[in-house]
């Protein structure tokens, strides 16, 4: 892949060149290299496949990466763990985290000041970090959708705001463009995960995050889902679900021609490896109940092969997605009868 130096937008929305102003060069050092390495190893213990991906980002888009995904991992900690502490107690404690994260309060907590400063520096919007809690706050009393569009609401924060503030680190020449692509594509990583962690979510959180009305079209019942009770309109169910994930994926890929040149690869590997859990659904049969599915290291390090392999001769990434990635082209993508399965987001058109 071909490399080329490019800056970062400061506070009034100029292009930065780190390597020869000062004072940017200053403020980068404040995220010293212990913030970021405490980072990286909670991104690799915690996020293997998102790492892998991250790797293969420039420097100046790596090193805030980590900090960004320790911090979401953090505060998604304060919800998801295996002894919650009461709800007024996390919610008093995700509320520290929005302080911290917007510089509204001191911190010690490394991870939180570090990603203070790299939301001072690269300018990443309030209100995405609001949504990101939000989201979090939402998971404390909010077990089930009854439908997409509620879903879909979640997914702002949980998802999009994330591929929002990725979008701010890499600062591409026209943010505005890009930031509907990256919600886009937010989204369809948080839905593959939300496809394949049926079980799990259900086991240890109980949750169903599984839309209730994509359910009941199949006739399926939580009594069924706590069961494990694999049935022919669970199968449909799962399957609709794909597509809308797919119509996701399809739509984000579309717009990481806007990012960085050098940004490009990474972000397309992530969308290659999150959509290859689709792959595994589908051998299992649409099978989510009786086990999760994994990627195998062998599998992830053939991906990122193919990947670059086409990426060599095409750095087109649309055409490198279609030709690598398990996600059907849109023809293919058609429920019989015509039905839709389910909206997919408001996206510009190129």
Not at 2 to 22: C, E, F, I
Not at 260 to 286: K, M, T
């Amino acid at each position: 892949m071909s490399l080329h130096p490019v800056g970062v937008s400061d506070h009034a929305g100029k292009r930065v060149d780190q390597s020869t102003d000062p004072v940017a060069a200053t403020v980068e050092r404040m995220v010293d290299e212990s913030q970021i390495e405490r980072s990286k190893r909670i991104q690799q213990r915690t996020g293997k496949t998102f790492h892998l991906a991250t790797r293969l980002l420039p420097e100046r888009i790596r090193h805030p990466t980590y900090v960004l995904y320790a911090f979401f991992r953090k505060a998604d900690e304060v919800v998801d763990t295996e002894d919650p502490a009461p709800p007024p107690v996390q919610r008093e404690r995700l509320e520290r985290f929005r302080d911290a994260a917007l510089g509204r309060i001191d911190t010690d907590d490394p991870v939180l000041a570090a990603f203070a400063d790299i939301r001072e520096r690269h300018g990443i919007e309030p209100a995405d970090i609001d949504a990101f809690v939000d989201a979090m706050l939402t998971d404390i009393s909010k077990d089930r959708y009854e439908e997409y569009a509620e879903l879909e609401a979640y997914m702002d924060g949980s998802a999009a705001a994330v591929g929002r503030m990725m979008t701010s680190l890499m600062a591409p020449d026209d943010p505005e463009a890009a930031r509907p692509y990256a919600t886009a594509l937010g989204e369809a990583f948080q839905l593959s995960n939300f496809i394949r962690d049926v079980r799990e979510d259900l086991v240890e959180r109980d949750r169903v995050y599984l839309p209730r009305e994509t359910l009941d079209r199949y006739d399926v019942s939580e009594e069924q889902l706590r069961r494990f009770e694999v049935t022919d309109g669970f199968r449909a169910a799962i399957r609709d679900e794909l597509a809308r994930a797919e119509a996701l994926y399809r739509r984000g890929v579309a717009g990481i021609a806007l990012l960085p040149r050098d940004c490009q690869f990474g972000v397309l590997l992530a969308a290659v490896l999150y959509a290859d859990h689709h792959r595994l659904v589908r051998r299992l049969d649409c099978d989510v109940l009786s086990t999760t599915p994994s990627l195998s290291l062998t599998r992830k390090l053939s991906l990122l092969a193919r990947t670059r392999w086409h990426w060599l001769w095409s750095k087109d990434p649309e055409a490198v997605f279609r030709t690598v990635s398990v996600v059907p082209d849109a023809d293919r993508d058609r429920r019989p009868g015509g039905h839709n399965p389910g909206r997919a987001g408001n996206l510009p058109t190129r």
